[in-house]
């Protein structure tokens, strides 16, 4: 059985994803050899094999899996050593993660078979860790324990050791091109997420930032080049985050500074992810990454209607930056700046 499941994940790592990164939807593919300690009731001592694993993630942090472990295990009193297969199913969460370290618990029920006499079934525990070797594959190890609910609840422990592979599902991205009425901008949009409505929203914030620029136009007070370039720095984030980093509070603090040196200045702040993830995941993810800035421009007593947050997502990943290097950058909130007599405005 193990040679079948390590077999299968090699077959699926041309189509994986990041081992530390999952997505809804990642498929794990799995290969572990396994040692086991039964209750001396069952009859049982210990048991040697391996075995495989397929699961998918409804969460990043969050996966539902089935396993089917065979091993050949030892009897009491002389008696010939039997093969045991133990078939389970359970949900598995990922409490913490460091860097590619992740920390698994788990629960679920299953069925275990022995050659001769023993059927059971019962529930079954999980703790396990998994370190990332690669941006596809992950080398896996957990402890069991197992509670067999027809045999008076008696139960049986097992350690297993193995390596996962990841395949990403199948993602069609559609893109169509809305033109709103002049002077307004052609706008490049995924054809499922742009509707009227947002169209509508869209043409009246830019008519609106338009009007408040105008109104600044004769200010009397024009920011240095020094301001200009502390307001153009970009901040970036962890993966799959929103927390504002030590760096990235600095920034922050550089643009407070500014702001309230030009009280008529207000910016716009866009949010930006990498490629990862589903493009309505990563719209969320952008404008929670924009409003995290926001929040600590306004808790540092910034007036709350110089900011305006937006979200673009994936949808304006920086030219030629392949790679993680390449995806960290794209993770990044950028400050479109509205000041007097000037408007700076860069992707």
């Known amino acids: 059985m193990s040679g079948r499941a390590l077999v299968v994940g090699v077959a699926v790592l041309m189509w994986a994803v990041p081992a530390h990164a999952q997505h809804r939807g990642t498929m794990e593919f799995g290969a572990f050899g396994s040692a086991a300690t039964f209750d001396n009731a069952l009859s049982l001592k210990t048991g040697y094999g391996g ?7 409804l ?10 472990a065979e091993m050949r295990a030892t009897r009491p009193n002389g008696l010939r050593d039997v093969n045991v297969g133990i078939l389970s199913g359970r949900l598995v969460a990922v409490p913490v993660q460091a860097g590619a370290l992740s920390f698994l618990i788990g629960a679920g029920a299953g069925v275990s078979t022995e050659t001769n006499f023993m059927h059971t079934y019962g529930v079954d525990a999980l703790v396990g860790a998994k370190l990332a070797l690669t941006e596809h594959a992950a080398l896996r190890v957990d402890g069991v324990m197992d509670w067999l609910a027809n045999q008076d609840w008696k139960s049986y422990k097992s350690v297993r050791f193995g390596l996962s592979l990841y395949r990403s599902p199948t993602r069609v991205t559609h893109i169509e091109t809305v033109v709103t009425p002049a002077p307004a901008p052609i706008m490049l949009a995924h054809e499922d997420s742009v509707s009227a409505a947002e169209t509508r929203r869209l043409r009246d914030r830019d008519n609106a930032l ?8 004769n200010a009397p007070v024009a920011p240095s080049p020094a301001d200009v370039a502390i307001m153009e720095a970009r901040i970036h984030f962890a993966f799959d985050k929103s927390v504002l980093t030590d760096s990235a509070k600095a920034i922050l603090d550089d643009k407070i500074a500014v702001f309230r040196a030009n009280p008529t200045m207000t910016v716009m702040m866009m949010g930006y992810t990498d490629v990862k993830g589903t493009d309505a995941y990563n719209m969320k993810l952008g404008a929670r990454r924009a409003q995290a800035a926001k929040d600590y421009l306004v808790a540092h007593g910034i007036a709350s209607n110089r900011v ?39 992707p």
Not at 51 to 57: A, C, E, S, V, Y
Not at 59 to 68: G, I, K, M, T
Not at 210 to 217: F, G, P, Q, T
């Open 51 to 57: 075995g495989g694993r397929i699961g998918m993630f």
């Open 59 to 68: 969460e990043p942090q969050l996966s539902v899996e089935f396993e089917d």
């Open 210 to 217: 338009r009007a408040l620029r105008d109104s600044l136009r």
């Open 308 to 346: 305006t947050t937006e979200s673009e997502g994936e949808r304006q990943q920086i030219p030629n930056t392949p790679g993680p290097a390449g995806q960290a950058q794209n993770r990044r909130a950028v400050f479109h700046i509205l000041i007097a007599p000037d408007v700076i405005s860069k």
